[in-house]
């Protein structure tokens, strides 16, 4: 049970990393197209 358990977390815890990174990657290429035209 244990062992599931911190495979759940470890999960959670990539797909948190996932979601931040792709959020903070939309916003660098908004910020580029908005500051190029």
Do not use: C, D, E, P
């Amino acid at each position: 049970m244990t062992s599931s358990f911190s495979k759940i977390q470890r999960f959670l815890r990539g797909f948190a990393m996932i979601l931040v990174f792709n959020s903070t990657r939309f916003m660098a290429i908004k910020l580029t197209v908005t500051m190029m035209y």
